[in-house]
């Protein structure tokens, strides 16, 4: 965790509004008033902060936001997490308890009345940079309002609560800047298994807090924030905002979560593809490699060498894109997809997607 350091700037100015006020005071004379002799205001009532503020989203959100400690074999890191059981349930991003799960360490909760807990894993979809954790011996938490991220809009305002350099309880806020982008929850150097289809956002992210919640106006968590992008490294460590933050639609999160809980594992819709990994500015779409025998793709009569430029009212430009949109769906689900061929000839294919199981304790 990188040091966090605050610098003083206020000197000039004090000097300035200093010898203004000693000025104005020494040309009026008599009747001198002065800011010290009035009474403080009354602090305003939670009750009566303006509706759809930042004020009054932080105070609803920030009960049911926890700071995550995590170690691992060799490693020590933080991260955030979302209450949603009044009796300790927790989501958060896999990477963040992922040194405890595979390295033997442990998750402490730390709750905004400060006190630490210990935490067990219950599940972990790292496909989908997921995991729900228990804090232990705990009740009475304060679950979070989940909402839904299907009628999300870009421009829209959010803020972000988390835990960024182990500052808890830190509250951020900006607007939604796209949606639908194709992003690799495990870093640059990840596989296409971790491709998410997230939402953009400017709101400030920092390493931290990450499984924090992203959320409306009115409180209720939309995303589940996951990435940023950032211009490289600095003194060794990671670089902070540069207001490209990504985060998990909760309507993906809500149900792997419930699949978590219930079942210790997840699932995964499939189509049956293989494309190229990362952008193919050439065809400006996801190129068909080869199609799985039995699979979705195959019942539709989707065959290598095509291209699929969308799926459903989604453009499709990239492997990447293609494989964030399907897994943005629930197995079962059908759907609509755009094919072009090498002749430029253009087509609408309908295919019922398949199921993959995923995830582990």
Known sequence: MGAVVLSLIVGLVAGGVGGAVGYHFASTGSGVTSALDVPAPQAEPAANLPVGSVEQVAQKVTPSVVQLRVTGAQTADEGSGIVLSSDGL?????????????????????????????????????????????????????????????????????VAIGSPLGLSGTVTSGIVSALNRPVRAGGEGSGQETVLDAIQTDAAINPGNSGGPLTDMQGRVIAINSAIASLGFSNGGQAGSIGLGFAIPIDQARRIASELVHNGQAT??????????????????????????????????????????????????????????????????????????????????????????????
């Not at 799960?101 to 219950?122: E, F, H, K, S, Y």
């Not at 790292?126 to 991220?149: I, K, W």
């Not at 065959?303 to 769906?329: F, K």
């Open 268 to 361: 995964q819709a499939v189509l049956g593809v293989s494309v190229p990994a990362g952008q193919q500015l050439e065809n400006s779409a996801a190129l068909v490699q080869q199609v799985t025998p039995g699979s979705a793709a195959a019942a539709a009569g989707i065959q290598p060498g095509e291209m699929i430029t969308r799926v459903g009212d989604q453009v499709i430009d990239s492997g990447d894109a293609l494989i964030a949109a399907i897994r943005s769906y629930p197995p079962g689900s059908q759907v609509t997809m755009t094919i072009k061929n090498s002749a430029g000839t253009t087509r609408q294919v309908h295919a019922t997607l398949g199921s993959q199981q995923v995830g582990t304790r």
């Open 90 to 158: 927790i989501l958060t991003n896999n990477h963040v308890v992922e040194p405890a799960a595979t390295g033997g360490g442990n998750v402490t909760a730390v709750l905004q009345d400060g006190r630490m807990v210990p935490v067990q894993i219950v599940g972990r979809a790292p496909t989908f940079d997921l995991a729900v954790v228990r804090a232990q011996g705990v009740s009475s938490l304060t679950p979070a309002q989940l909402g839904s991220s299907s009628n999300v809009r870009v421009g829209q305002e959010v």
